[in-house]
Each structure stands twice: as C-alpha cells, then as structure tokens.
C-alpha cells in the first residue's frame, strides 16, 4: 500500500470514526451477522442479565428484522 492509499483510508476511518450513527449501525451489522452465523450453526450466545452472564440456545435467539 502506497503512502497516500494509507492516507485515503486514515481519512475515510475518521470520518467514519466521527459519526456516532455510522460506528452504531457498522456494530449493529456485525452483531447481526454474528447472530446469524450462530443459530444458523447450532451454537449458543451468552448475554449478560440481572448481573449474571445466560446462556441463550440457539433456537431462542431473536434477530432483529430491518427497520
């Protein structure tokens, strides 16, 4: 990579960096996708509730739908 595609992307990360609404939806996607990929496979997720960490089956695993 050439010093200035460096660049570019330096420049492209802080804008995206700086918009509090872009690293939310760019999260959101990834957990998404995250999501997926384990009930798809069969696997559990763990979320944290009333101080504990629960262990969610796969068939209880609730995907959001698109807005």
Same mark, same amino acid.
């Given at each position: 990579?050439? +010093?200035?595609?460096? =660049? /570019? =992307? @330096?420049?492209?990360?802080? *804008?995206? /960096?700086?918009n !509090?609404?872009?690293?939310?939806?760019? &999260?959101?996607?990834? &957990?998404?996708?995250? /999501?997926? *990929?384990h *009930?798809?496979?069969? =696997? !559990?997720?763990?979320?944290?509730? @009333? =101080? *504990? $960490? $629960?262990?969610? !089956? !796969?068939?209880q &695993? +609730?995907?959001?739908?698109?807005?």
């Open positions: 990579m050439t +010093t200035h595609q460096s =660049n /570019l =992307n @330096d420049d492209m990360i802080s *804008k995206i /960096l700086n !509090p609404k872009k690293v939310t939806e760019i &999260i959101q996607t990834g &957990i998404k996708a995250a /999501l997926i *990929k *009930k798809q496979a069969g =696997n !559990p997720i763990c979320e944290w509730r @009333d =101080n *504990k $960490v $629960v262990w969610i !089956p !796969p068939e &695993i +609730t995907i959001e739908k698109e807005k």
